[in-house]
């Protein structure tokens, strides 16, 4: 059966200072991966996807940057914290032969920035 | 891109109750998706819906899509205090990607 991890689980980091969270999903071969966030009691902001290694599509503009170097690991970045930085990481995948696309989460990362 | 508009934001009710989200889109949605998420948790995926006027039914919850295929809902019998949590709606756009409603979130009063 397919899972997905995601670490850490929780993480305080000081403002400017960098970020690398890691999304990885064992049981199935070439997934769409999605790294989402969700500010507190809110919904979820698509920021990346992938359809493939080294495919990354931006859906907001911001310090956060994404990259696939393998086929089952996404891993979400910054070079320097801002407190609106803050949120509830998730990364999800889907199966590349559906269309409609159901998507499985990770536990996520709570991010603190202070 | 187009949304979804999800009503209520928040449903606080007493045990036993019944509770409805409603999920709506100006467009015509090729399939639609609920999802929930309990406090402090991650969402899962709880059913697709895709026909006009598609009804599916898990124990007391009943998911409906309309027949212009332009709004949703979903429908909890008899809460209990497992349902509470954030009961999100989406819909698939192009290249796999899920769009988000801005989910409802129950409470239940035991």
């Known amino acids: 059966s397919q899972t997905i991890h995601q670490w850490p689980a929780t993480l305080v980091q000081p403002v400017g200072s960098p970020l690398s969270l890691e999304c990885t999903v064992e049981?199935?071969?070439?997934?769409?991966l999605y790294w989402y966030r969700q500010a507190a009691g809110r919904g979820l902001q698509l920021l990346f996807y992938?359809?493939?290694?080294?495919?990354i599509s931006s859906e907001v503009p911001q310090n956060l940057s994404a990259s696939r170097p393998q086929d089952r690991q996404f891993i979400l970045s910054s070079k320097k914290l801002l407190l609106s930085d803050s949120g509830f990481y998730l990364c999800?995948?889907?199966?590349?032969?559906?269309?409609?696309?159901?998507?499985?989460f990770g536990p996520g990362t709570r991010l603190t920035v202070l | 891109g187009q949304q979804v508009m999800q009503i209520p934001q928040y449903q606080h009710v007493q045990e036993g109750e019944d509770f409805t989200t409603y999920c709506n889109s100006s467009?015509?949605?090729?399939?639609i998706q609920w999802y929930k998420q309990r406090p402090g948790g991650h969402p899962v995926f709880l059913i697709q819906?895709?026909?006009?006027?598609e009804v599916k039914k898990q124990k007391r919850l009943t998911f409906q899509f309309g027949e212009a295929k332009k709004n949703s809902s979903l429908h909890i019998t008899a809460t209990q205090t497992t349902d509470v949590g954030t009961y999100f709606c989406?819909?698939?756009?192009?290249?796999?990607?899920?769009?988000f409603g801005a989910g409802t979130i129950l409470r239940v009063k035991s």
């Open positions: 999800a995948w889907s199966s590349s032969g559906t269309v409609r696309g159901t998507q499985y």
């Open positions: 049981g199935t071969s070439n997934p769409n």
């Open positions: 992938s359809v493939g290694i080294g495919q």
């Open positions: 467009t015509t949605l090729s399939n």
């Open positions: 819906l895709v026909k006009s006027g």
């Open positions: 989406a819909y698939m756009e192009y290249g796999n990607k899920l769009v």
